[in-house]
């Protein structure tokens, strides 16, 4: 599929569920499933709009807050959206979401005993796992964390960050996945470049810390 017909089929799923919206206002799930579509397309403002509009309209509004809560966080409202979410049940996502906002707010603490809470690790929760482990300048936990996801589940991403952790340690290793990650995604890979010095820097420092 074209990225044409690929925004042609979006703009059509968001049309036939403004039409769902307009016939059952009231149900939660059709804006539901209109804000995830309008996420997917990058308008998190417009998924956002959508939903607080939504909590007056709906019978459960609390059933929006969790997207609610996620579309705050990638307009990078991570104050409201934690105010969100410390409203509901402590369940495996929304640990996963408190974590997540913790890490991007600069406290990776509280992002890691939000995410070792978290009861069914998959490859998701390990490798937001080595983000937090890398931000403390835990090299051995991050890459653990970040190896665990099998070869054929690492995105460019994984990839890209178990050969940071292995630099210090084993720079042949380390090359190795880095071209890995180029070669699956180029685009990412020079834009991860950009930040290579410095994530380098805290790599070495962090490992003579240790030392």
């Not at 929760?125 to 890398?134: H, M, N, P, S, T």
Request: hydrophobic share 40%; with cysteine; charged share 25%.
């Amino acid at each position: 599929m074209t990225d044409q017909e690929k925004q042609t089929a979006a703009e059509q799923a968001i049309h036939e569920l403004i039409k769902k919206i307009d016939q059952e206002p009231t149900k939660a799930e059709n804006y539901l499933q209109l804000a995830t579509c309008l996420v997917e397309q990058g308008s998190f403002d417009q998924a956002t709009q959508l939903l607080e509009q939504a909590k007056n309209l709906v019978k459960k509004p609390q059933a929006l807050d969790y997207d609610l809560a996620v579309s705050l966080y990638l307009q990078g409202d991570f104050a409201q959206a934690l105010d969100l979410l410390d409203k509901l049940p402590n369940d495996d996502l929304i640990l996963y979401q408190k974590a997540l906002i913790f890490l991007k707010m600069g406290q990776p603490q509280k992002a890691l005993a939000h995410a070792l809470t978290i009861k069914n690790v998959d490859d998701r929760v390990k490798e937001l796992l080595g983000d937090i482990w890398l931000s403390l300048g835990d090299l051995k936990e991050a890459k653990a964390n970040f190896a665990a996801i099998g070869p054929e589940k690492r995105s460019a991403k994984v990839n890209f960050m178990l050969g940071i952790t292995l630099f210090s340690e084993d720079r042949q290793q380390a090359e190795k996945y880095l071209a890995q990650a180029k070669q699956q995604d180029p685009k990412f890979f020079e834009q991860a470049q950009e930040q290579y010095n410095a994530i380098l820097k805290m790599v070495n420092d962090a490992g003579k810390s240790n030392d």
